[in-house]
């Protein structure tokens, strides 16, 4: 297998990590990642990760917490599984960066970008933590701009769906998937695929985005080497 692309930006949703248990981290899910993680990295391609953290706090869970407040939680919970990852990475022998946009130097860098592209050069993996840094901001508008920022050549979006549909496939069995659609339809069609923030970012930028299941045998790894399977969002 040959990769399609040099760079990637990897948007791992937190649910995705807590497999079946749905909350919490899955040490048989983190093991599938890391490996197809490991293969891609072998075959040249440099890595940046950004991970959410819904698989330990999502939103104001129901309580009269303010926002602010709630999501700054939230980038905390984005940082226990960035460092759960970059400890199983590194189990692996392949040196890895966790980055941070809040700062907390005892337990991981400053994100600097020049520093993330430095790190790619030297062969290692960089998690990015933290989502943007700022409440009102979700982790998917988060690995749009990081992805932007690294001139990424694809914006890769694990799900626990396996692609874009017209509606929830969860409660209508007769949604339709999408496998190629352009931003401006997931835009005007208010499609729950990714927010409009990150949609709109891409799609200035040119950074094309691929949606797809992350339980998939191999996903990622296929992604990486242009295999049709998920959602391509682009311009075209």
Same mark, same amino acid.
């Given at each position: 297998m040959q990769p399609k692309y040099k760079r990637i930006l990897l948007k791992l949703s937190g649910e995705a990590l807590?497999?079946?248990?749905?909350?919490?981290?899955? !040490?048989?899910? =983190?093991? $599938?990642?890391?490996d197809q993680l490991a293969a891609v990295h072998n075959m040249g391609v440099e890595i940046g990760i950004v991970i959410g953290g819904g698989n330990f706090w999502r939103g104001r869970q129901g309580t009269q917490m303010d926002r602010t407040t709630a999501d700054q939680m939230g980038m905390l919970a984005t940082v226990m599984n960035s460092l759960a990852l970059m400890d199983a990475i590194e189990r692996r022998g392949i040196p890895t960066r966790v980055q941070t946009a809040l700062n907390m130097i005892s337990v991981a !860098?400053?994100? =600097?970008? $020049?520093?993330?592209?430095?790190?790619?050069?030297?062969?290692r993996i960089v998690i990015m933590a933290c989502g943007t840094g700022n409440p009102y901001c979700s982790t998917d508008t988060a690995a749009a701009q990081r992805a932007c920022e690294i001139a990424a050549d694809v914006l890769l979006m694990a799900k626990n769906v396996d692609g874009i549909y017209d509606d929830d496939p969860r409660t209508n069995p007769h949604a339709k998937k999408y496998d190629k659609i352009?931003?401006?339809?997931?835009?005007?069609?208010?499609?729950?695929?990714?927010?409009?923030?990150?949609?709109t970012m891409c799609m200035e930028n040119d950074v094309p985005v691929l949606a797809f299941a992350l339980g998939e045998e191999n996903s990622i790894l296929r992604a990486v080497c242009g295999e049709k399977l998920g959602t391509l969002?682009?311009?075209e």
């Open positions: 807590a497999g079946e248990n749905r909350f919490g981290l899955n !040490e048989e899910v =983190i093991s $599938r990642v890391v !860098e400053p994100y =600097i970008l $020049r520093k993330a592209l430095h790190h790619f050069e030297a062969g352009t931003f401006r339809d997931v835009i005007s069609g208010g499609l729950k695929a990714m927010d409009a923030t990150a949609a969002i682009c311009n």
